[in-house]
């Protein structure tokens, strides 16, 4: 079992910049791939970005050259930095594992940190 915190999440203002954490209560494998998904007031949960084990990324058009994850495997955190945030930034965020082990695939989610954009 695995138990996620994010944090990092507040008020900003539009062009601004911050930096979300999530932390794993246990540890964090190789064959982890995490995530940040996100979800607006009204909205589908959305993937945001997520980072293979190797540290191959994969960004949400809508964030591409804007925001930047990484994970840091020793400390069992993974971040996001964002900046550049606009309105349309606004939404809870959460972090999340996907772990694939002998044909079976567990996912485990946090509860979500909010940001809110303003214009």
């Known amino acids: 079992q695995v138990r996620l915190v994010e944090s990092g999440g507040g008020l900003v203002q539009a062009g601004g910049s911050l930096r979300l954490s999530c932390v794993a209560s246990?540890?964090?494998?190789?064959?982890?791939?995490m995530g940040w998904y996100r979800q607006a007031p009204g909205k589908q949960r959305e993937l945001v970005a997520d980072?293979?084990?190797?540290?191959?990324?994969n960004y949400a058009d809508f964030v591409k050259g804007r925001f930047t994850i990484s994970r840091d495997n020793a400390k069992n955190t993974m971040y996001l930095q964002m900046s550049s945030l606009k309105p349309e930034d606004t939404a809870v965020y959460y972090c999340?594992?996907?772990?694939?082990?002998?044909?079976?695939?567990?996912?485990?989610w946090g509860k979500g940190t909010l940001l809110t954009v303003s214009s």
């Open positions: 999340k594992i996907r772990r694939t082990s002998k044909g079976m695939t567990l996912e485990y």
């Open positions: 246990g540890s964090i494998f190789s064959i982890d791939v």
């Open positions: 980072i293979t084990g190797g540290g191959s990324t």
